[in-house]
T-cell receptor, first 114, second 113 residues
């Protein structure tokens, strides 16, 4: 079965410093992986997705993630945090054994300090 | 850009009452889903629907829940007798048969009192 583990429940950074949100996955075959962001009391917005093309994936708002098969990781990074990046971030894997259901990680809350 | 539309955005209901949450998926999509997010927790899969029938459901999706696609556009989630623990944000989603086109609605916040 597919699963994802987000290694940090909370990450706090200063505005203008790099962001690193960590995610490890478990999959019996080449997975499709996603990062979603959820701002307070809002819906789910897709940041980026990996579907077995380039291992370095660029997303919206300056975020990117690198698929590393040897480390079973898909960490999310951004060179410089903005205040507006404060939100909950979910690492997600698609279960290709079934009806493309998505399996969400437990989430990482990003706090950006001024 | 096509959207998945959910109504209502908020619903408050009394324990034991039936509720129907409504969704209009993207018109040419083939798979339809309901997910749930209890406040402060992760998003959980409830059910998927394909070719006019349930293709997969989670342990959460017990006999109190049902889904329906009554016409060519709407996709509904019914909770027959709501419990306090059904309070959550419910997200509808659809995709065209690949993960690339996965689209979520903005959610319905259900509060059971």
């Amino acid at each position: 079965a597919q699963s994802v583990t987000q290694l940090d429940s909370h990450v706090s950074v200063s505005e203008g410093t790099p962001v690193l949100l960590r995610c490890n996955y478990s999959s019996s075959y080449s997975p499709s992986l996603f990062w979603y962001v959820q701002h307070p009391n809002k819906g789910l917005q897709l940041l980026l997705k990996y579907t077995s093309a380039a291992t370095l994936v660029k997303g919206i708002n300056g975020f990117e993630a690198e698929f590393k098969k040897s480390e079973t990781s898909f960490h999310l990074t951004k060179p410089s945090a903005h205040m507006s990046d404060a939100a909950e971030y979910f690492c997600v894997v698609s279960d290709l054994d079934s009806s493309y259901k998505l399996i969400f990680g437990s989430g990482t809350r990003l706090l950006v300090r001024p | 850009e096509p959207e998945v539309t959910q109504t209502p955005s908020h619903q408050v209901t009394q324990m034991g009452q039936e509720v129907i949450l409504r969704c209009v998926p993207i018109s040419n999509h083939l798979y339809f889903y309901w997910y749930r997010q209890i406040l402060g927790q992760k998003v959980e899969f409830l059910v998927s629907f394909y070719n006019n029938e349930i293709s997969e459901k989670s342990e959460i999706f017990d006999d109190q829940f049902s889904v329906e696609r009554p016409d060519g556009s709407n996709f509904t989630l019914k909770i027959r007798s709501t419990k306090l623990e059904d309070s959550a944000m419910y997200f509808c989603a659809s995709n065209p048969g690949t993960v690339n086109g996965y689209t979520f609605g903005s959610g319905t916040r259900l509060t059971v009192v």
